[in-house]
Nanobody
Framework: QVSLVQSGGGLVQPGGSLRLSCVVS????????MGWYRQVPGKRRDLVGT???????SYSDDVKGRFTISRDNAKNTVFLQMDSLEPEDTAVYYC????????WGQGTQVTVSS
């Protein structure tokens, strides 16, 4: 059974940093591209960025230059490093494994506020 378990998140002041982790079990992690998404209440879930199985990354314009996605295939983990956080980054963040079917993490709240 495939499982994605997220950790990290919380409350941070504007300009601060946070790192989210997503541990995958039940499948061959290194075979799959991964993504991070975020969602605020009443709005759709938006793509933050992706990382291929070989580590190539892409980002939305909103976070480019501030967020970094990486993966450790030995630990079945994908990371989202968020720097220079802004109040507009406040959302619930989700990791996703691109597969058929796709799998999602449980979500973690990130709040950027002074």
């Amino acid at each position: 059974q495939v499982s994605l378990v997220q950790s990290g998140g919380g409350l941070v002041q504007p300009g601060g940093s946070l790192r989210l982790s997503c541990v995958v079990s039940g499948t061959i992690f290194s075979d799959h591209p991964m993504g991070w998404y975020r969602q605020v209440p009443g709005k759709r879930r938006d793509l933050v960025g992706t990382i291929t199985s070989k580590g190539r990354t892409s980002y939305s314009d909103d976070v480019k230059g501030r967020f970094t996605i990486s993966r450790d295939n030995a630990k079945n983990t994908v990371f989202l490093q968020m720097d220079s956080l802004e109040p507009e980054d406040t959302a619930v963040y989700y990791c996703k494994m691109f597969a058929e079917p796709e799998y999602w993490g449980q979500g973690t709240q990130v709040t950027v506020s002074s």
